[in-house]
Each structure stands twice: as structure tokens, then as C-alpha cells.
Nanobody, 126 residues
């Protein structure tokens, strides 16, 4: 059974930094592309960032490029999202996601995702 457990959300001020963590249970963590999605109130869930099994290849949506960094620790089964220079428009529930087997593309869609975390809320006040 695969479980993804996010942590690190909270209330922050614009310009602050925050690091989200995702602990993945289950076997062969290193075999899967991992990603972060987010869903703001009243909006559809959107892809934020993805990371290849090698931990080197990454992809970011334009609105977070240069401010967010995704990383992973394959030995620990962890994925992180370092968020800097946070803006009120970054306010959302953030979801950790594990892609389907054999996928190597890091620009993800919801159709690529096999497992989701429960989400952690990030609220950025102006």
C-alpha cells in the first residue's frame, strides 16, 4: 500500500519561504517520477513541479519558476518543495503525487498520477 504524507504547510506572509515535505511509503520509490500539484479555492487543481527518478531533471510551471525548487531524497523516500518569495496567489492546498509506473516525463498531468497525498494548506497573507 502506497501512502504519501505531506507536511510543512501553514500561514505565512508574502515574501516568506516555506518548505513542504512528502514522505512516501511503499517499495521502489526511486522508480517513480514525483510531483507537486496545488488547488486554490474555487479553482481546478494545477501541476506545480515534477522531478525525475534521477533527481536532476525537473520541470516547473512559469508562475513558480525561479522561486520554487523541487528535490528528492531517494534513500529516505522523501520529496520536497522549497518555496521562496511566496505570493498571495500561491495560496492553495498542495498535494504530493506519485506518477504511474514507467513514466519518465517530468511535466505531469493529473492523468499521469497513480497516488495522491492528502494535501497540506499553504496560506500567504499580503
Amino acid at each position: 500500500q502506497v501512502q504519501l504524507v505531506e507536511s510543512g504547510g501553514g500561514l505565512v506572509q508574502a515574501g516568506d519561504s516555506r518548505r513542504l515535505s512528502c514522505e512516501a511509503s511503499g517499495r521502489a520509490f526511486i522508480s517513480y517520477v514525483m510531483g507537486w500539484f496545488r488547488q486554490a479555492p474555487g479553482k481546478e487543481r494545477e501541476f506545480v513541479a515534477g522531478i525525475h527518478q534521477d533527481g536532476v531533471q525537473t520541470y516547473y510551471i512559469d508562475s513558480v519558476k525561479g522561486r520554487f525548487t523541487i528535490s528528492r531524497d531517494n534513500a529516505k523516500g522523501m520529496v520536497y518543495l522549497q518555496m521562496n518569495s511566496l505570493k498571495p496567489e500561491d495560496t492553495a492546498a498542495y498535494y504530493c503525487a506519485r506518477a504511474r509506473p514507467l513514466l519518465t516525463r517530468v511535466r505531469l498531468t493529473e492523468d499521469d498520477i497513480r497516488y495522491w497525498g492528502q494535501g497540506t494548506q499553504v496560506t500567504v497573507s499580503s
